[in-house]
């Protein structure tokens, strides 16, 4: 652990983001306007979350294992889904987009280092699952899975698609040289014009389509279920650097091993 970090509580911007007294006048005004963001535009985007001379460390920390990720290159349609056969072709679920991107599983994050410190901190936890109401709420126990980096080099892409699980949390956390753009077209899940939106995306229609500037430091709530999202490739010999911070509303989750293989090569932990 970084001797000028010695808690999580140290890395965050509590004057502007108080999430450690959510009984203060600050703390209910912030989470009341985070809700509503999240509630109204599917994402709630907290920008300056980390302070500068800690997100430089975390980011140091972060390039110091980048050896360690493990790389998934695959096509994927938007759902996720297998391809069905007795679907027409021009069906949407049978539009193959392409993903290239690298992981460091929560394995491989230093025991004692700013990361898991961040993770590991009840007041984000707390924060989160207030933000998205749920209660009670849990830190995923996925041994690979739990809190890993998603590594985007060059070349790097993650195509359009609806994430399997309801909610994502992710840090930004370094920009690229070029390219990295998240995009998105929020609450379209369940729409009776749902498929042709969406065959419209991948067709590379523009219409509806929103850009998230990549800012370090900022901390992301999104709603991944019900927006239709993509990470465009990404360019240049510095990499995009995103954690993703997993949580569960059941104590004990974690993920399939074919989940495990597919996005870090293995079924477990190292020992």
């Known amino acids: 652990m970084s001797a000028a970090f010695p808690t999580a509580e140290s890395m965050v911007n509590r004057t502007r983001y108080p999430i450690d007294a959510p009984e ?10 985070c809700r509503n963001e999240f509630e109204t535009g599917g994402l709630c985007v907290l920008p300056g979350f980390i ?49 290239f991107v690298g992981s460091v599983a929560y394995d491989y994050l230093p025991a004692d280092g700013l990361l898991k410190q961040l993770y590991l901190w009840d007041p984000l936890m707390n924060f989160i699952g207030s933000v998205l109401g749920k209660k009670p709420f849990f830190r995923f126990a996925d041994p690979l899975g739990a809190c890993s980096i998603n590594v985007f080099v060059d070349g790097g892409q993650h ?19 070029e390219g990295g753009l998240f995009e998105y077209v929020p609450g379209i899940r369940g729409l009776d014009n749902e498929k042709e939106i ?61 989940v495990r293989k597919l996005f870090w090569g293995r079924a477990g932990a190292v020992d």
């Not at 203060?24 to 306007?33: C, P, Y």
């Open 24 to 33: 203060s006048e600050a703390g209910i005004a912030l989470l009341s306007a």
């Open 51 to 99: 302070l500068p001379d800690a997100l430089t460390a975390l980011a140091n920390e972060a390039n110091g294992v980048l050896e360690d990720a493990y790389f998934c290159d695959s096509t994927h349609n938007a759902y996720l889904t297998d391809a069905d056969p007795d679907l027409p072709a021009e069906d949407v679920t049978q539009r193959q987009e392409a993903t």
């Open 159 to 177: 195509g359009w698609h609806f994430d399997e699980s309801e909610f994502t949390i992710t840090l930004m956390l370094q920009q690229p040289s």
């Open 198 to 258: 969406v065959g419209g995306v991948l067709e590379g229609k523009r219409d509806g389509v929103r850009q998230l500037p990549f800012t370090p430091g900022t901390l992301l709530i999104f709603g991944g279920r019900q927006t239709i999202h993509r990470v465009t490739r990404v360019s240049g010999a510095t990499p995009r650097l995103v954690p993703v911070l997993c949580y569960a509303e059941k104590p004990d989750l974690v993920n399939s091993e074919q």
